[in-house]
């Protein structure tokens, strides 16, 4: 196998085959360095490295918070008074924790009995999958629904029983094929920024005695009533049994939150293997997160501003021509093909703007694309610059031959 040298736009390095390594894991590793040697100039992911002046759309920071005072004093006093607390599992918790305090806070704030913190959304996902599926249970996921919960799926030795994106009429005859059992979406879907028809998913899942989970990442903190999410915002809170979310997007810390009952509460902390098995959050973490939810509680302005630039970026690359299913502050180029997304890539990189390729197994081979997530501190030049240069590359990037493009059926307003 060849070696493969990255010197264009990454850092310098050379990998170099180990002799240690026996055939399974050359073959497995081999593989990987085969896929990448087709790109042009080094793998997809890994364009050039920014400059102090371009603009980061990677960050799902999307009020624009990782730096606010109040919650970085609040994390630099639990390190001083607590240290890095005790380094064990949550299963251990009891009395009057922090951390279950926080759980209760949550709980307040989401409209559900209690809620269970966990270290990550990916931990909350896969340990409540596993928590409630198992090989006779259907789960009825989304094509597009994050990979945590196809993990909890597979873990759990469930069936998945995929359903096409956002189709309620495919899910409803999925499940009247193979009974009830658990269904599982996104809120708002990490790859396009497009927003789950909840009202009807739920609709259907409660006729025929589902349960009913919702992936709220995307849109905690930064939609519904003081940013309760969008189950809140549509008025679902009584009905959707689960809500999960990861804490590292608008809440822009490291953990991940299952809303439910206490019943349930004490039994995913004594059976989720996640739960279980992996040390629980830190003293910084936890008292960053009180402090964030107060933040996020009352800086409406912050949810405004975010939704006002998303609108109008969404407004202004669809007036160029791109073709978005993104509803949200998630906007996405769908170039579509892995080396079409590399021109993509380079045509923004070079105008300094980065956001984030998503190719496969994010998504499939031929929808890769390039993510912009858009923040609260976005300035009208900012976004200006963006649409810009998201206005001189059209013919670079073949945008009017996208298949994303030709979906929509009308013609491309290409100006030059
Ligand atoms: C929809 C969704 N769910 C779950 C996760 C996992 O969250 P975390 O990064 O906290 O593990 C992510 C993050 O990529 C996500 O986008």
Not at 104 to 122: D, K, N, P
Not at 201 to 208: A, D, K, P
Not at 265 to 280: D, G, L, N, V, W
Request: proline share 4%.
């Amino acid at each position: 196998m060849a070696q493969v040298a990255y010197s264009q736009h990454w850092n310098e390095f050379e990998w170099v085959e180990p002799s240690w390594e026996p055939a399974f894991l050359k073959n497995r590793v081999g593989k990987y360095y085969e896929r990448i040697e087709k790109y042009p100039g080094g793998h997809i992911m890994r364009g050039r490295l920014p400059g102090a002046d371009s603009l980061l759309l990677q960050s799902n920071d999307y009020l624009s918070i990782a730096r606010h005072p109040a919650i970085l004093s609040a994390q630099i006093e639990a390190i001083k008074h607590a240290g890095n607390g005790l380094l064990m599992s949550a299963v251990f918790l009891q009395g009057d924790q922090p951390q279950l305090r926080l759980e209760a806070e949550f709980a307040r704030y989401l409209g559900s009995e209690t809620t269970v913190l966990c270290q990550s959304g990916w931990c909350a996902n896969t340990g409540l999958i596993q928590a409630i599926a198992d090989e006779y249970v259907p789960v009825y996921v989304d094509m597009l629904a994050h990979m945590s919960l196809r993990e909890g799926i597979l873990s759990a030795g469930a069936t998945a029983r995929p359903f096409r994106h956002n189709d309620v009429d495919h899910l409803e005859r999925q499940i009247r094929r193979h009974g009830p059992g658990i269904v599982v979406v996104d809120s708002v879907y990490s790859t396009t920024g497009a927003v789950a028809p909840l009202a009807e998913i739920v609709e259907i899942g409660l006729r025929y005695g589902c349960v009913l989970v919702v992936d709220e990442s995307h849109s905690l903190g930064t939609h519904g009533p003081d940013g309760a999410g969008l189950v809140a915002a549509c008025g679902l809170t009584e009905q959707v049994h689960f809500r999960t979310a990861s804490l590292a997007k608008a809440f822009a810390g490291r953990a991940g939150l299952i809303t439910c009952s206490k019943r349930f509460a004490e039994y995913f902390r004594c059976t989720a293997r996640p739960a279980i098995f992996s040390s629980t959050l830190l003293p910084q973490e936890v008292a960053g997160l009180h402090a964030t939810l107060r933040v996020i509680r009352e800086e409406h302005w912050r949810r405004r501003k975010l939704h006002d630039n998303a609108r109008y970026l969404r407004d202004e690359l669809t007036r160029l021509g791109y073709n978005l299913a993104s509803q949200s502050q998630i906007i996405s180029l769908e170039s579509g093909p892995e080396l079409q997304t590399i021109v993509l890539r380079d045509a923004l990189e070079s105008r300094g703007i980065f956001g984030s390729v998503f190719c496969a197994p994010a998504t499939t081979r031929n929808r890769s694309l390039m993510r912009l997530s858009v923040n609260a501190a976005l300035t009208g030049a900012e976004l200006q610059r963006i649409v810009d240069a998201c206005a001189a590359i059209r013919k670079e990037v073949d945008l009017a031959n996208w298949a994303s493009t030709r979906r929509k059926r009308q013609p491309c307003p290409l100006l030059h």
